[in-house]
C-alpha cells in the first residue's frame, strides 16, 4: 500500500462506501452522506465567501447538491475514484445558485482533500430553498416526502398510515424527490 | 427542512437503483438505429445500382466515414454525460474521422481532373441529401437525447451537439446506401452541412433539456 494523506485515506474510504451503497449497503450509503455533508457545507461556504455572496444560503448549496449526488449517482463510474465525481457536482450545483443570485461564476472550487469539515448548520426554523420549493410538489409526493425525511417515518410506516402499499409509497418518494431537483433548476 | 432530515428521505430512497447509464445509451443508440433502418427500407431505399456500386471505392467510404463519426461521437457521448470522467480519446477519434474525409477530398483532387471538381461537388442530389439526413437522424437524436438526459453533463450544449453528430452519422450512414453522389467533394460539402445542421440543433435543445 502507498502512504497516504490523511486526505486521500478519507477519500479511499468514501470511494468503498458509494461502491457498498450502490450494491444495496443503505448502513454506508448513510454513513457517506453523512460524511460528505459537512464537507460539502465548507465547500460551499467557501465558494460563497469568494464570490463575494452572504453565506446565509449555504445550506441550499448543500441541500441541492445531496439531491443531485443522490439522484445522479449511476453517473459515477464505480472504477474511478468518488471524489472528482462529488467535485464536479458540487462545483456545478454552486455556480447554478450563483448564478440565480446574479453573481459571478467564473469559480475554482478546492480540492476537497484540504477541505475541514463545517458543522454549523443554520437555525432550523429558517425557511429554505427546500421547505418553498416542497409547495411545488403534489399533496401525495408533498405527504410522503414530509412524513419520511422530516417526521421520520420509515417506507413501512408512511404506507400504513396513508393505506398505500410500500412500492407505491417509494414510487412517490422517488418520484418526490426528482421533482423537487426539477424545481430547484427552474428557479429564477 | 434540516440536511439531516433529507438524508434520511435520500436514504430511504437509495435502495432502488437508476438504470445504468452505459446501458442506457446502448439501448438508444441501437434503438435510433434500427428505427432509422426501418424508415429508411420503407421510405427512402437503396438506390437502383446499388450493387455494381458496391464494387466502387468512393461508395464503401462514405460508409467507413459515416460509421466511424457516429462511434467516435458516441464513445465521446459516453464520457460528456458522466461529471469528472475525462473525454478519453473521443475528441481524437472525432479528429480523425475529419482528417480521413479530408484525405479522401485530397486524393479525389488529384486524381479527377479540376475541370471535373464544380460538377462533382454540386452532385445531383444536394437538396436530398440536405433534407434526408436530418430526417434519418430523427430517431437516433430522440432516443439518445432522451438517454443523455438521464445522464449529467456539465456542458449541455457540447453534449447535444455530439449527440446530433452520433445521430447524423447514422442517418448519413443509410443514406449514403440511397445517393448517388459519391464523390468526397460532394460528402464534405453536403454531408457535412447536412451533419452541421443536426449538430446546431442538438445544441440549442440539449442546451434546454440536458439541464439536470
Known amino acids: ?188 | 427542512m434540516r440536511t439531516e432530515d433529507l438524508l434520511g428521505a435520500l436514504v430511504a430512497d437509495g435502495g432502488v437503483l437508476p438504470t445504468p447509464l452505459g446501458r442506457g445509451l446502448l439501448v438508444a443508440l441501437i434503438g435510433g438505429t434500427v428505427a432509422t433502418a426501418a424508415l429508411f427500407a420503407v421510405a427512402v431505399g437503396p438506390r437502383p445500382d446499388v450493387v455494381e456500386a458496391a464494387r466502387t471505392v468512393r461508395f464503401l467510404v462514405k460508409f467507413v466515414e459515416c460509421a466511424a463519426l457516429a462511434i467516435a461521437a458516441f464513445v465521446l457521448v459516453a464520457r460528456l454525460v458522466r461529471p469528472g470522467a475525462d473525454r478519453g480519446f473521443g475528441p481524437a477519434a472525432l479528429i480523425a474521422v475529419a482528417a480521413l474525409l479530408a484525405g479522401a477530398v485530397v486524393v479525389e483532387l488529384v486524381v479527377v481532373p479540376s475541370t471535373e471538381w464544380g460538377r462533382r461537388l454540386v452532385g445531383a442530389n444536394w437538396m436530398h441529401c440536405l433534407g434526408l439526413i436530418p430526417l434519418l437522424s430523427i430517431a437516433p437524436f430522440a432516443a439518445l437525447m432522451l438517454a443523455a438526459r438521464h445522464g449529467a453533463t456539465t456542458s449541455p450544449h457540447l453534449t447535444g451537439a455530439v449527440v446530433g453528430l452520433v445521430s447524423a452519422g447514422i442517418g448519413a450512414f443509410f443514406y449514403a446506401a440511397n445517393c448517388t453522389d459519391d464523390s468526397p467533394l460532394f460528402v464534405a460539402t453536403w454531408y457535412t452541412l447536412a451533419t452541421a445542421l443536426v449538430a446546431g440543433i442538438g445544441a440549442a435543445v440539449g442546451g434546454r433539456v440536458l439541464r439536470w
Open chain 1, 1 to 188: 500500500m502507498p502512504v497516504r494523506s490523511g486526505g486521500e485515506a478519507r477519500e479511499a474510504t468514501w470511494t468503498v462506501w458509494m461502491r457498498s451503497a450502490i450494491g444495496g449497503d443503505q448502513a454506508a450509503y448513510r454513513r457517506l452522506l453523512e460524511a460528505l455533508t459537512p464537507v460539502l457545507r465548507q465547500a460551499a461556504l467557501r465558494g460563497f465567501a469568494r464570490a463575494g455572496a452572504g453565506t446565509g444560503d449555504v445550506e441550499d448549496v448543500v441541500q441541492e447538491t445531496l439531491l443531485a449526488i443522490h439522484l445522479k449517482r449511476h453517473t459515477w463510474d464505480t472504477s474511478q475514484p468518488l471524489m472528482p465525481w462529488v467535485v464536479t457536482i458540487a462545483r456545478n450545483k454552486l455556480i447554478d445558485q450563483l448564478r440565480r443570485r446574479g453573481r459571478r461564476t467564473d469559480l475554482p472550487v478546492d480540492d476537497f482533500a484540504e477541505i475541514l469539515p463545517a458543522p454549523a448548520e443554520r437555525d432550523p426554523t429558517e425557511a429554505s430553498d427546500i421547505d418553498r420549493l416542497l409547495g411545488g410538489l403534489g399533496e401525495r409526493q408533498r405527504d410522503i416526502v414530509r412524513s419520511i425525511a422530516v417526521e421520520d417515518r420509515s417506507i413501512s410506516a408512511t404506507a400504513a398510515r396513508l393505506e398505500m402499499s410500500e412500492g407505491a409509497v417509494r414510487v412517490a418518494l422517488h418520484r418526490g424527490l426528482k421533482a423537487l431537483a426539477a424545481l430547484y433548476r427552474r428557479e429564477p
